[in-house]
Nanobody
Framework: QVQVVESGGGLVQAGISLNLTCAAS????????TGWFRQAPGKEREFLAG????????YYADSVKGRFTISGDYAKNTVFLQMNSLKPEDTAVYYC??????????????????WGQGTQVTVFS
């Protein structure tokens, strides 16, 4: 089982940027994809952004496209989520997840096998 740890969350004012980090304890170049999700109280876990490592393609949910940017280091199994122009509605627990299996898409919770404990992001106006 891959261990996943998120960091970088916090309490920030609206309009501010925040950068989250995800570190996975996998062998170098062994992961197929890494993704970021978030879950607000009373809501389902929502896909935000992901990296398919073979080919280094990235993909985003429409809700964050243009504001959030995912990047990473394949050899170090580290992924970042740069979040700009944060809004109060971005308040949620942010989760990182990894998959070791090659799939057509990685938009769903069930597309990932390993999850971190999450990091809280709270945005106040």
């Amino acid at each position: 089982q891959v261990q996943v740890v998120e960091s970088g969350g916090g309490l920030v004012q609206a309009g501010i940027s925040l950068n989250l980090t995800c570190a996975a304890s996998a062998r170098p170049f062994s992961l197929a994809a890494t993704g970021w999700f978030r879950q607000a109280p009373g809501k389902e876990r929502e896909f935000l952004a992901g990296i398919r490592w073979r080919g280094s393609s990235t993909y985003y949910a429409d809700s964050v496209k243009g504001r959030f940017t995912i990047s990473g280091d394949y050899a170090k199994n580290t992924v970042f989520l740069q979040m700009n122009s944060l809004k109060p509605e971005d308040t949620a627990v942010y989760y990182c997840a990894t998959s070791e299996f090659y799939r057509t898409t990685y938009y769903r919770v069930n597309d990932y096998e390993s999850w971190g404990q999450g990091t809280q992001v709270t945005v106040f106006s």
